[in-house]
Nanobody, 124 residues
Framework: QVQLVESGGGLVQAGGSLRLSCAGS????????MGWFRQAPGKEREFVAAISRSGGSSYYEDSVKGRFTISRDGAKNTVYLQMNSLKPEDTAVYYC?????????????????WGQGTQVTVSS
């Protein structure tokens, strides 16, 4: 019923940029806070960024502040993650997720719906 589908991952050189997209269906898009998480091999899935229902508030993990920007387009039922100044340590599978809670959250367990992930690889 609920689907979140990520796209836009790939291989990029350090210092380059990528824009990830997550298209949602089967849910009331504007009702959900949305988040991006990432998981590198052998590591826990970690929070990257989140955005409120209206798009008016956002929250970022410290290591990506100033480099990544989360945004959303209600008309397209899509959330984006613009990633600039990419570093090799950004290499991971990136997942989008939908949160039905009151506000944006960095907590993985508070997100109910998840996409399949898209691989981002940053070469040195």
């Amino acid at each position: 019923q609920v689907q979140l589908v990520e796209s836009g991952g790939g291989l990029v050189q350090a210092g380059g940029s990528l824009r990830l997209s997550c298209a949602g269906s089967g849910l009331t898009f504007r009702r959900n806070n949305m988040g991006w998480f990432r998981q590198a091999p052998g590591k826990e899935r970690e929070f990257v960024a989140a955005i409120s229902r209206s798009g008016g508030s956002s929250y970022y993990e410290d290591s990506v502040k100033g480099r990544f920007t989360i945004s959303r387009d209600g008309a397209k039922n899509t959330v984006y993650l613009q990633m600039n100044s990419l570093k090799p340590e950004d290499t991971a599978v990136y997942y989008c997720a939908a949160d039905l809670g009151v506000g944006v959250s960095p907590k993985r367990d508070e997100y109910e719906y998840w996409g399949q992930g898209t691989q981002v690889t940053v070469s040195s």
